[in-house]
Nanobody
Framework: RVQLVESGGGSVQAGGSLRLSCAAS????????MGWFRQAPGKKREGVAS????????EYLDSVKGRFTIARDNAKNTLYLQMNNLKVEDTAMYYCAAEPFPCVLDLRRSEYPYWGQGTQVTVSS
C-alpha cells in the first residue's frame, strides 16, 4: 500500500523560502507521476507542480514558475518542492500525490489514487 507523508511546512514572511518533503513508501520503481497540490480556505484545490519520475518531465502552475522547483531523490524515495520568493497568495495546505503509470502530467486533473495528509504553508506580508 502506497503511503505518502509530507513535512516541511511552516510560517514564513513574503520573499522567504521553504522546502516541502514527501516521503513515499509501499512501492518500488520510477514509473510514477507525482505531484504537489494546494488548497487555500474557500478555494478549489489546484495543481502546483508534477513530475514523471522515470523521465524527469515536469510541469508547473504558471504562477509558481521560476519560484518553485519539484525534485525527487530516488535513493530516499522522497519528493521535494523547493519554494522560493514565497508570496502571501501561496498560503495553503500543500498535499503530495502519486499515481502509477500509465499516468498523465496534467495539473488540471487531480485523480491521483494516493495522497498524503498535507502540510500547512503560511506566508505573511
Amino acid at each position: 500500500r502506497v503511503q505518502l507523508v509530507e513535512s516541511g511546512g511552516g510560517s514564513v514572511q513574503a520573499g522567504g523560502s521553504l522546502r516541502l518533503s514527501c516521503a513515499a513508501s509501499g512501492y518500488t520503481g520510477t514509473r510514477y507521476c507525482m505531484g504537489w497540490f494546494r488548497q487555500a480556505p474557500g478555494k478549489k484545490r489546484e495543481g502546483v507542480a508534477s513530475i514523471y519520475i522515470a523521465t524527469g518531465a515536469e510541469e508547473y502552475l504558471d504562477s509558481v514558475k521560476g519560484r518553485f522547483t519539484i525534485a525527487r531523490d530516488n535513493a530516499k524515495n522522497t519528493l521535494y518542492l523547493q519554494m522560493n520568493n514565497l508570496k502571501v497568495e501561496d498560503t495553503a495546505m500543500y498535499y503530495c500525490a502519486a499515481e502509477p503509470f500509465p499516468c498523465v502530467l496534467d495539473l488540471r486533473r487531480s485523480e491521483y489514487p494516493y495522497w498524503g495528509q498535507g502540510t500547512q504553508v503560511t506566508v505573511s506580508s
